[in-house]
């Protein structure tokens, strides 16, 4: 059987990475932000040792799996985790929250099962939902049809302040657990996985909130962390967002999520780790204190290992998979 591609599913990673390269070379510099490398977040010194964190994002087409199984429990969990772990990439501590909720004709019900689902995610993630907008837009969408987008502020002193600079070759990486599929690669997803199976219901498992490791983790050992992936849309390869000058070597793994199991008989495995998560949500690499980090992220309810190193080979990720046999690749950072 030949296998599928996310872009064959409708979605150009590549394409949309050139149009982020040009809005950032149109875009008029806000020369006063201080500067990260990997863009999770942008960050506006409010003084020389304090700023503000904002972020925005959306759920893509997990929204059309909610509307489908008629399920709006979880959504906007997914929503605010979408938000709020990009701040936490930059060291901030997620405080407000702001929503954008578009529908075609107004359900009562579906409406409060969705912002409910909203303020839970900002409770776990220790922020306010401050505001928001409803649009109903009955021409634009589909019955039943709707969209998500979620703003999120945050704040960081510049001691805790992580931009990647300091990765460096022999670092440690810090695999966080995801919790299934999480809120990206879906439209791929769909494609193979439909509502009559079994698993189709998998994919509505709540994307994971990291900010209480993750800001326990910085609180105790700021000065050991040197940078922190989301590990969303291009799966693994968020990593290079990180720091252009070393490469990352991946060779512990948890056990596969059945829904990456079965999307493996249709997608090659190396096409899989540039859309997927893999099993990991999110990245933490340290230069020291990794044993101590790792087991206080486990005290909080997360699965967490040491899941590689940082080392010399730049713009290079290298993927050996343990529980399969002769899995082993490179991804190469496209210039």
């Not at 490469?247 to 780790?273: R, S, T, V």
């Not at 949500?281 to 309810?301: F, R």
Request: with cysteine.
């Amino acid at each position: 059987m030949d296998k599928i591609t996310y872009q064959q599913s409708g979605v150009d990673i590549s394409l949309a990475d050139k149009f982020v390269s040009y809005i950032m070379q149109n875009n008029p510099k806000e020369n006063s932000l201080w500067k990260t490398n990997a863009n999770y977040a942008s960050v506006y010194p409010l003084t020389d040792d304090l700023a503000i964190c904002l972020t925005t994002d959306g759920v893509g087409s997990k929204v059309l799996i909610a509307s489908e199984l008629d399920n709006y429990d979880h959504i906007g969990i997914d929503l605010v985790a979408m938000c709020v772990n990009d701040l936490l990439c930059v060291g901030a501590q997620p405080k407000l929250f702001l929503d954008y909720y578009a529908f075609s004709n107004f359900n009562y019900d579906t409406a409060c099962k969705i912002i409910d689902s909203i303020i839970k995610g900002c409770k776990t993630a220790n922020c306010s939902l401050v505001g928001g907008e409803t649009a109903q837009m009955p021409d634009l969408y589909a019955p039943k049809h709707f969209d998500l987008a979620g703003f999120s502020l945050g704040i960081v002193n510049k001691n805790s302040f992580i931009d990647g600079h300091k990765i460096t070759n022999g670092n440690t990486i810090i695999g966080i657990a995801a919790n299934g599929i999480h809120s990206n690669g879906l439209s791929l997803a769909r494609k193979l996985i439909t509502k009559d199976n079994a698993l189709y219901a998998n994919l509505l498992k709540p994307t994971h909130i990291y900010t209480n490791p993750v800001l326990k983790c910085l609180d105790k050992y700021s000065q050991s962390i040197n940078g922190i992936a989301h590990i969303t849309g291009g799966g693994i390869t968020n990593l290079f967002r990180l720091n252009n000058n070393v490469g990352y070597q991946i060779d512990k793994w948890f056990p596969l999520d059945e829904i990456f199991q079965y999307l493996a008989q249709y997608i090659e495995f190396k096409e899989m780790h540039t859309t997927f998560n893999m099993g990991y949500g999110m990245y933490i690499i340290v230069n020291d204190h990794a044993n101590e980090i790792n087991d206080l992220i486990q005290s909080c309810g997360f699965k967490s290992q040491i899941a590689g190193l940082v080392n010399n080979n730049t713009n290079q990720i290298n993927i050996t998979h343990q529980e399969i046999s002769a899995m082993d690749f490179t991804l190469t950072k496209h210039q």
